[in-house]
T-cell receptor, first 115, second 113 residues
């Protein structure tokens, strides 16, 4: 049973560029959340997608956007990259309906470095 | 608003010794509480969760946590540390009407032989 898969695992961008990160949820899961984990900090909630809609959003600027596809996979897009966007981006999936039991299944993350 | 405070960013224990990781939360309504573990270069894995059933929660790998409403705490313990317990541990809180988890800053555990 495949878990949550993310790509790419590592990438380097320069300030001002745009990046797209991809996530496939665990089999049977329909809800995808994205978190940003800066070095030495806990993950911070970016947003959650359910039924191809952004259901909830954290305190992140509009430069951060996402999408969920009919097969439940998801993308995170970040425009106009800043140095402070350097972080590990974690995708997490949860059970159908996405009622918050808190049992998230995380991928290994995409590590973004902005130079 | 909900938040989590983890006391101590780094804990070092001897193999076989007690592991105690402290977590205090603030929440305006009865919360869901969680402990996650992150091994190097991996994603987070759920250790255990409290969802208003028993106040003493048992998780994987011999860990347990006790919910104390009067102290707004949810400390994680393991009676005997193993070398494989070396990792970063995160406490998290959520509310029933919320879809996000709010994580603490994490506690790194090192285990000395």
């Amino acid at each position: 049973d495949a878990g949550v898969t993310q790509s790419p695992t590592h990438l380097i961008k320069t300030r001002g560029q745009q990046v797209t990160l991809r996530c496939s949820p665990k089999s049977g899961h329909d809800t995808v959340s994205w978190y940003q984990q800066a070095l030495g900090q806990g993950p911070q909630f970016i947003f959650q997608y359910y039924e191809e809609e952004e259901r909830q959003r954290g305190n992140f600027p509009d430069r951060f956007s996402g999408h969920q596809f009919p097969n439940y996979s998801s993308e995170l897009n970040v425009n106009a990259l800043l140095l402070g966007d350097s972080a590990l981006y974690l995708c997490a999936s949860s059970q159908p309906g996405g009622r918050n039991t808190g049992e998230l299944f995380f991928g290994e993350g995409s590590r973004l470095t902005v130079l | 608003a909900q938040s989590v405070t983890q006391l101590g960013s780094h804990v070092s224990v001897s193999e076989g010794a007690l592991v105690l990781l402290r977590c205090n939360y603030s929440s305006s309504v009865p919360p869901y509480l969680f402990w996650y573990v992150q091994y190097p270069n991996q994603g987070l894995q759920l250790l255990l969760k409290y969802t208003s059933a028993a106040t003493l929660v048992k998780g994987i790998n011999g860990f347990e946590a006790e919910f104390k409403k009067s102290e707004t705490s949810f400390h994680l313990t393991k009676p005997s540390a193993h070398m494989s317990d070396a990792a970063e541990y995160f406490c998290a809180v959520s509310e029933a009407n919320d879809y996000k988890l709010s994580f603490g800053a994490g506690t790194t555990v090192t285990v000395r032989a």
